[in-house]
């Protein structure tokens, strides 16, 4: 992973209302956006940012690009992250909602073969505080610091930080992975990232109910993080068997997720406890476990 | 989505699986004109499971009793389901059941192929004998040969099995499925397959890409009618509780963790909404392809004020709700908006009919322009509280004085 000050970073759906919303916010909070591509609208300039067709046309006048962020619409976003592993760009941040299951499989297929880095569909992206905001975190609630935040939701990822940074602790990198049933990256891999990321001392891992990925989560943990972890799960109330937008977040305990109770608050509380993570009950509990847990790390406040 | 049983079987038969001679019955006299030669098979056409167990599923010989049964399964609520529709099938003398699925595993990404020898309608049995192959690379054939022998079948069975498992992966391919199930597939004396029910769910997020399950989609949510959602709210984002605090939020994950809160600090709410615009587009009204992104309020409402009114109204539509606690956090919101439909929202309630009185409104708004929207509310003494935990506090604690517990 290199999500740096420097990196240079493309965006895809520059026209679109959303991407022309974030790359402008992206670009005020210090993000090196050199250029954008929506097709048809090659030759304009968005907010002193360059405009091309295709991405073919914007690496050679801009150079090599770190990073894509893909606001095009649902049906379009595959198309687009073929274009730019194509392009040889190898980090992939999908914010678009909505993004066919199928298509995402065979993105995902396409990116183990190149190695690419997929995040998202569905998801707010990447923010280092202080540093480069990747998609739609909300800057305000992020200051730089210590603890490294991996969720499945926006909101609530927002909610977090902003717990986070009230309570004087801030943010190393903060991920949003998204809602959705099939997405590019998954928390292992960024418990990985963030065990090997230098600025980060603790990891916040927030979870929800549905699928089985904080589940494999905790095991990885248990096997292969030495960096302490706090977990927190929502969804302690909600009825089973209803949808709750996200599409990860529906509990079926019938065939399709292949055994019974994985899904529940209750199974994912259970698989934390067995790999000894700590799990706050409600947001405002994460920043006392982890000062709790930096204290004992022996971590010293600058 | 889930299609009805009727529907699927006619994606498999344009797909050449083999399905039985059937007919749609709208109404019991529709029988008499029946084009299907008896004995027939009766089947309630509802989307939720158990129903054989429940007695919608009935076997006739001749036309008087097919109306009977017919009129009883009409008046027949499977899990509070009444079928619109009843199919009228062949009966089929199956010497074996199988069970076949494709899905899609989250965990791996990857198509998954399942089948098993015990199908029917017993599906705890059918998990213990359930074998799965992993679809990993481009789908050919040998894929569903190689579930064939897991399944333990032997000589022309290969063939046949692994066929249809062929055609339902190519079906769910085609029309971008989340899953395609066969339970049961009959096997006849002389090793015949057939498919004798079937279920479908269409992904919600690439029907604007099928025109056709999306024209489906549209004419089964004209039936729901248990609850009046307006059709910007149409999604599955609403949820009934028996509890009095209503709960309206922005985004999934913040409305679960709200609801949890609220639980946790004993209130008892009566619904939660979520009302995360760009959630609820990709909802399976007729998504266009143009309009995703680009805006992402959904195309009944012109903004996002108007969409919070009508979320109010259908949050508070119950007589028991006494507190809603509306949750909105984030940069692309507009708190004064929030604030603005907020105001409207209990203007008109004030003046409708309906008093006011025994509603309490408690706001948490995160955001720009916050000074603004707390200065409108203010106005109309509505209190906006940036402290979630707080919120929720207050937000019980009006519906403990309301009830008087």
Known sequence: ?302 | MDLLEYQAKELFREMGIPVLPSQRIDHPSDLKGLRIPYPIALKSQVRVGGRGKAGGVKFVENTIDAVAAAQAIFHLPIMGEYPQVVLAESKYDADQEFYLAVILDRATRRPVLLGSIKGGIDAEATLEYIQLVVVDEEFSPFYARRLALKMGLKGELIESVSGIVQKMYQLFVQKDLDLVEINPLGISATGQVMALDGKVTANDEALGRHPELATLASKMSKRAKDEEIPPALANQNFVQLDGNIAIICNGAGLTMATLDLVCFTGGQPANFLNISPLSNEAGWRMASYDSIPGNPLPKEVDSWSEYLEQALELATQNKNVKVVLVNILGSVTLCEETAAAIETYLKRRESSSRTRSGLHVIVRLVGGNLSVAKERLSAIKVPLIEDLEEAVAKAVDKAKAVVGY
Request: net charge negative; glycine share 12%.
């Open chain 1, 1 to 302: 992973m290199s999500f740096k000050a420097d990196s240079k970073v493309l965006i895809q759906g520059i026209a679109e209302t959303l991407g022309s919303t974030h790359a402008a916010l992206m670009k005020t909070y210090g993000t090196n956006v050199v250029a954008g591509v929506s097709a048809g609208k090659g030759g304009q300039t968005l907010h002193d940012i360059p405009v091309f067709d295709m991405v073919d046309q914007a690496l050679p006048a801009v150079g090599p690009v770190d990073i894509t962020a893909i606001f095009t619409p649902a049906y379009l976003v595959l198309d687009a992250a073929l274009e730019a592993i194509a392009a040889g760009i190898r980090q992939i941040i999908i914010i678009t909602e909505g993004v066919p299951p199928l298509d995402m499989v065979r993105l995902a297929a396409k990116a183990e073969a190149t190695d690419t880095l997929v995040i998202g569909p569905s998801c707010p992206g990447v923010i280092v505080p202080g540093k480069v905001l990747l998609g739609t975190h909300p800057s305000e609630f992020y200051i730089p610091g210590p603890v490294g935040l991996i969720s499945r939701s926006g909101t609530l990822t927002y909610e977090i930080a902003r717990e986070l940074t009230r309570s004087g602790l801030g943010q190393s990198t903060c991920v949003g992975i998204g809602g959705d049933a099939i997405v590019g990256s998954s928390f292992q891999q960024w418990l990985q990232i963030l065990e090997e990321d230098d600025a980060t001392e603790v990891i916040v891992l927030v979870g929800e109910i549905g699928g089985a990925s904080e589940e494999a989560a905790a095991r990885y943990i248990d096997e292969a993080i030495d960096k302490p972890v706090i977990a927190y799960i929502a969804g302690h109330h909600a009825p089973k068997g209803r949808r709750l937008g996200h599409a990860g977040a529906i509990i079926t305990a019938g065939l399709a997720d292949l055994g019974a109770d994985v899904g529940t608050a209750e199974s994912k509380m259970a698989a934390f406890k067995q790999a000894k993570v700590p799990v706050a009950e409600r947001p405002s509990q994460i920043p006392e476990l982890v000062k709790k847990v930096l204290k004992k790390s022996g971590h010293k406040k600058k």
